[in-house]
């Protein structure tokens, strides 16, 4: 059987002009990704990631802490199959949509812009995201210059599908990636409602381990968003 690790990207930069960024946190949790697995002399023969600079930066880190050590590391494979759905263009396209029609929704957005300098910003943005990403994946938020929900989750497979599937037995893989991904990936896995994935993908914390165990095209969960690398509650996040 082969082991295929799925690790979410340490918190990045959503709030601010440049999103797809790490914070200094997320580099953080990247390290002590690093650390964990260096201590445990866990060994990888593949590493994948999507194109997104905090996917690629957290397996840079990880890779960085194992040449210091020592310890070979796979060269990274790049693929933008493994990207996380467009927020931004949800947001900016179909959130206006749902707002020009849904007065509750309206209130939302409201709650969301008025508490943006606040330490009550994530909760009252993840309301208003919550309700209008439940449109897009439900199909009635569409706009062509968005990927559906049903791109998405095929795209996601087919990277999934591809990793999985090249020549040998044993093979250890790592992937890292985000939750919207993991959260489909997830959902696949154990044959849940394909609508169930995003709803996975709102508890994957970031720089956390999700990994299924593979061999002839069958793929059984069998660790989900563990961060036994952050000790301090302080070093938890959604983001």
Known sequence: ????????????????KETDRLSPLGELQAGRLADFWIRRRVAFDEVYSGSLVRQRRTAEIVGERYAEAGLPWPGLQTTADLNEYDGAGILALLAPQLEARDVEFCRLVENARDNAGTPERNRHFQRMFEA?????????????????????????????????????????????????PIGATVQRAVNAPPVSGIDINWRVRNSSITEFLFSSGRMALDMFNATPHLEEPELHSFR
Request: charged content about 15%; cysteine-free.
């Open 132 to 180: 209008v990403m439940a449109h897009w994946v439900a199909g009635t938020l569409t706009s062509p210059q968005v990927e559906s929900w049903q791109g998405f989750r095929t795209r996601v497979y087919r990277a999934i599908d591809g990793i999985t599937s090249r020549p040998g037995s044993n093979r250890r893989v790592v992937v890292f990636t985000s939750g919207g």
């Open 1 to 16: 059987m082969g082991v295929l690790t799925l690790v979410r990207h340490g918190q990045a930069t959503p709030f601010e």
